[in-house]
């Protein structure tokens, strides 16, 4: 926020990065991890006091600061551990040779069968 950043910031609550939010020495404290509704940045906004002389928040703003708070107030969302997905495998060519020891769709299939064998 534009009113909230920099030397002349009101209160001197500067809220232009995350380390000088969350090591802002206001009372009450702009942001506790883990509890926005004790996290004065929040209820002030859930309130509608801030923005002063600005629309409020949006409701999709709100709940994004709520969530963002409520999971910990982490600088960078942890990113999901994603496993490698293998390589799509390509069905048989039926130009190859015949493998009996290649698996088959069914329990007592043989891939080297035709049917009515």
């Known amino acids: 926020m ?15 990065s995350y ?15 883990g509890n926005p509704e004790s996290s004065s940045l929040y209820t002030a906004a859930a309130s509608g006091r801030m923005p002063k ?3 409020p928040l949006q409701e999709m703003e ?6 963002w708070i ?7 969302e942890d990113q ?7 390589a799509p495998t390509e069905p048989p060519d039926d130009n190859e ?9 069914e329990p007592g299939d043989s891939p080297c069968s035709t049917p009515g064998n």
């Open 53 to 55: 002389g600005a629309a």
């Open 97 to 105: 040779p015949c493998d009996p020891e290649r698996p088959s769709g």
């Open 70 to 76: 409520k999971n910990g107030a982490k600088e960078f």
């Open 62 to 67: 709100l709940k994004a600061l709520y969530g």
């Open 80 to 86: 999901p551990q994603v496993s490698p997905t293998p």
């Open 19 to 33: 380390d000088k939010i969350m090591n802002n020495a206001v009372f009450p404290p702009l942001v506790i991890p």
């Open 2 to 16: 534009s009113c909230h950043s920099g030397a002349s910031a009101p209160h001197g609550i500067d809220v232009s």
